[in-house]
Structure formats: C-alpha cells, structure tokens
Antibody, heavy 127, light 106 residues
Framework: EVQLLESGGGLVQPGGSLRLPCSAS????????MTWVRQAPGRGLEWVSS????????YYADSVRGRFTISRDNSKNTLYLVMDSLRPEDTAVYYC????????????????????WGQGTLVSVSS | SFELTQPPSVSVSPGQTASITCSGD??????VCWYQQKPGQSPVLVIF???KRPSGIPERFYGSNSGNTATLTISGAQAMDEADYFC?????????FGGGTKLTVL
C-alpha cells in the first residue's frame, strides 16, 4: 500500500522559512516522479512543484519560483519542499503526491498525473 | 496564462447523470485528469489521460475531451459521489488545476 506522510507544517512569520519532508513507503520511491500541491483554506488545488525520478529536473509554479525548492533523497525515500520568504498567501495545506514511473517531460501524456496523495500538512504564515 | 474553467456547482438527483465541464484553450490537444475530493479528505484520481479510470474507480465515472472542453460524466450518481471535483492539465512546463466543482446529489 502506498503511503505518503507529510510533516513539518506549522505557524511561521512572514519572511520566514520552513522545510516540509514527505516520507514515502509501499512503492519504489526512486522510480516515480513526485509533486507538491497546496490548498488554501476553503479554496481549490494549486500545483506547486514537481521533480523527476532522479531529481535532475524540477518545475515550479510562477507563484513560488525563486522562493521554494523541491528536492528528494532516494536513499531515504523522502521528498522535500524548502519554503523561503514565506508570505501570508502561502498559507495552505501542502500535499505530497506520487506521479508516474514512465516517460515524463512537459507535454507528455502523464506530466501532471498524481496517482496517490498524502494527508497533507498545514502551513500558516502569519504575524 | 493558461486557465481551466469549471462551473462552481452542479446538482444531480440520485440515479441520474451528472456532467462536469472543464474549459480551456485547445483542451483537446492536452491530456486531462480529474480528481475527487470529499470534505476533510485528500484528493483521489478518478480519470487520467482524458478517459481512463484507475483501478478501483467505478465504471459510472467517464471522461471525454474534445475541442476546448473536457467533461467528467457520472452515470447513475450516488450519494457517495457528492464531493468537489477538479480537472487538471499541463500548460508549458507547469500543471494547472481548474477551480473545482461542488457536486451535490439530492
């Protein structure tokens, strides 16, 4: 059974930083694309960032590019999201999601496919 | 920037067919996914590559995509299908979600 467990959320002041780990189990982590998606309270889903299986390709939403960094440690089966220069509008539940194990690049048939999701971790940015 | 537009809400009577649309430029040239999210729960993938169902998703969920509109159809809607539904597609090197549609079964 696929399990994705996010942690690291909490209350942080504007301008602050936070690191979110996502621990994966139940599948061969190094073989799958991974993604972060967030959801502000009472709002819809917003794609944040995705990373290739090896970690050599990363993609970001315009709203977080230059402030957030996605990475992975395949030896630890863990995905990370480092969030710097946090803003109140970054307040959301952050979900870790499992992508595909096949061909993956912008425009490919499964570029955005998210087959399994974690339970999410809440990040609140407020003074 | 690329946007996906969904109706905020759709209502359906139990046993009837519900259709949720997702509009965007040249949607037929992209592959669309649909996600179901029930209150307090994480999203669940219900359709990928426009028309395919993951294992465990009931056959009453059907997807289509042509022109500028993708559609999620739920045939014989059940009370358990009441949820928010989000469409998703790629645009350039990013991924875009629609704003979501609240499906009410009553």
């Amino acid at each position: 059974e696929v399990q994705l467990l996010e942690s690291g959320g909490g209350l942080v002041q504007p301008g602050g930083s936070l690191r979110l780990p996502c621990s994966a189990s139940g599948f061969t982590f190094k073989s799958y694309v991974m993604t972060w998606v967030r959801q502000a309270p009472g709002r819809g889903l917003e794609w944040v960032s995705s990373i290739s299986k090896s970690g050599d390709s990363t993609y970001y939403a315009d709203s977080v590019r230059g402030r957030f960094t996605i990475s992975r440690d395949n030896s630890k089966n863990t995905l990370y999201l480092v969030m710097d220069s946090l803003r109140p509008e970054d307040t959301a539940v952050y979900y870790c999601a499992k992508g595909v194990d096949g061909s993956w690049y912008p425009g490919s048939s499964d570029f955005g496919l998210l087959s399994d999701w974690g339970q999410g971790t809440l990040v609140s940015v407020s003074s | 920037s690329f946007e996906l537009t969904q109706p905020p809400s759709v209502s359906v009577s139990p046993g009837q067919t519900a259709s949720i649309t997702c509009s965007g430029d040249n949607m037929g040239d992209k592959f669309v996914c649909w996600y179901q999210q029930k209150p307090g729960q994480s999203p669940v993938l219900v359709i990928f590559r426009d028309t395919k169902r993951p294992s465990g998703i009931p056959e009453r969920f059907y997807g289509s995509n042509s022109g500028n509109t993708a559609t999620l159809t739920i045939s014989g809607a059940q009370a358990m299908d009441e949820a928010d539904y989000f469409c998703q597609a790629w645009a350039g090197d990013t991924v875009v979600f629609g704003g979501g549609t609240k499906l009410t079964v009553l």
